[in-house]
Every structure is written in structure tokens, then in C-alpha cells.
């Protein structure tokens, strides 16, 4: 494998294309008969649905969640991005239900968004593990180089463009940086 094989297959619109629409799609073709709840049980069943819906076309193509495992997923991911902007659970369904912050859709968003970030990262990473041979030492420190040097300007400060062996044998945090340019840099990332 070439570098130049690896970084066709981490092009934006590659990516964009095998991943990100088909979330994108999934995420529009969810309707909403409104964009409030009633009662924090209602919150939890939607959101729970919704989750239900998107793993089961996007994630396990087909495959079916139990819903009180879809409700509770559904909440880990609001709760995290909500404290990420110092609100929890409680200031989503205060959203949902008075339809202040774009409501209800604006909620689901947060968990498309969410499922497709860690589908775009599972997808970086499959392409890392298929591109990089993990029995020679040479070619993973060869290949992680040039893509560093191709890549670095867009990673994160914290990433040593100079040391590619120190990411040669365990690329997580190269692919965290990767997909953490991508989220701010792409348009794949950008709500409508």
C-alpha cells in the first residue's frame, strides 16, 4: 500500500460519500409530527426512537436495538454533548419541550452528529488498519511519516510531525486528530 492509496481513501469526499451522507440521509428521513415533547417520559421514548431508527439504517444496517438500551445510549450522547456546553440532560428536554434551541430536532441532530462522528472515525481507523502492514516496522513508520507530512498542517498542535514512530504501531491519537481536523475543517460536519 501507498500513501498515496491511504489518502485517496481518507479524502473528504470519500469519506463524505461512504459515510457521511448515508447518516445525513438517515438523520432527514426521520419526521417529526413536532418539535416539542409533553413530559420527560415522551423526551426519552423520542429520542429513544429516533436512536433506534438511525442504528438501525446507519450502524447495524438492519440490525435491531432494544429500546430501553436505544433510550439510554440516546441520553449518554445528549448528556455529554450538553455538559460539553454546560447544560445536562434536564436542559435538553427543557429545550425539547418548549421548543427553545431548536426543540426536539435540534436534539436528534445532536445524536446524528454524534453517530456519525464515531462512524467516521471507525471508518479512518479501518483505513489506517487496512493501509498500514502491522508486521513491519519500517513501512508503519515510512507510511504514518508521509501522511503526517502531508496531514500535519490540519492536526492538532499536540501531534509530533516529527516523530512518526512514535504513532507507527498505536495511530489512535493520530486518528483522533485526523477526525478532530476533519469536524473543523469539512463541510460534512456542518449542520444544515
Known sequence: MTIATLLGALNERTIARDV????????MRFSLSS?????????????????????????????KISPSEARSLAKEIVEREYRRHRGNIVSAFNNAHDGTNGGLRAVLDIIAE???AQAVENYVRDVFDSHVAPDSWEQQVQIIGEFVASCGPYLSSEIRVDQP?????????????????????????RRL
Open 114 to 116: 454524534s453517530l456519525k
Open 20 to 27: 457521511a451522507i448515508p447518516h445525513d440521509e438517515t438523520r
Open 35 to 63: 418539535n416539542t415533547v409533553g413530559s420527560i417520559d415522551e423526551f426519552f421514548a423520542r429520542i429513544g426512537e429516533y436512536y433506534s431508527h438511525h442504528h438501525s439504517l446507519c450502524v447495524s444496517k438492519g440490525g
Open 165 to 189: 514512530e512514535r504513532y507507527a504501531r498505536n495511530y489512535e491519537e493520530l486518528i483522533r486528530a485526523y477526525v478532530e481536523a476533519l469536524k473543523s475543517t469539512s463541510s460534512m460536519f
